[in-house]
Nanobody, 120 residues
Framework: EVQLQASGGGLVQPGGSLRLSCAAS????????MSWIRQAPGKGPEWVST???????YYADSVAGRFTTSRDNAKNMLNLQMNTLEPEDTGVYHC??????????????RGQGTQVTVSS
């Protein structure tokens, strides 16, 4: 059974930083492409970033240059370093299996997310 648990969210002022983590289990994490997906209040899921098993990363235009995705395959952990946060980054952040295509086709699996609120 795929289990994904995100953590590290919180309340931060605009311009601040947060580091999210995701603990993965129940599948071959080390050979899996992983993504971050967020959902703002009243809106649908939004793709944020993808990291391939070998570490190649992709970002949505809205977060490129501010967010960095990384992974520790030895620990089955996925990370998202978020800098220069903006109010528009507010939402629940989920880690998910699969790549951008999985997001588009809604074929990804996601776990419990973590709330990020950017507000002064």
């Amino acid at each position: 059974e795929v289990q994904l648990q995100a953590s590290g969210g919180g309340l931060v002022q605009p311009g601040g930083s947060l580091r999210l983590s995701c603990a993965a289990s129940g599948f071959a994490f080390g050979t899996s492409t992983m993504s971050w997906i967020r959902q703002a209040p009243g809106k649908g899921p939004e793709w944020v970033s993808t990291i391939e098993a070998g570490g190649i990363t992709y970002y949505a235009d809205s977060v490129a240059g501010r967010f960095t995705t990384s992974r520790d395959n030895a620990k089955n952990m996925l990370n998202l370093q978020m800098n220069t946060l903006e109010p528009e980054d507010t939402g629940v952040y989920h880690c998910a299996t699969g790549d951008y295509d999985a997001y588009v086709t809604k074929s990804y699996q996601r776990g419990q997310g973590t709330q990020v609120t950017v507000s002064s």
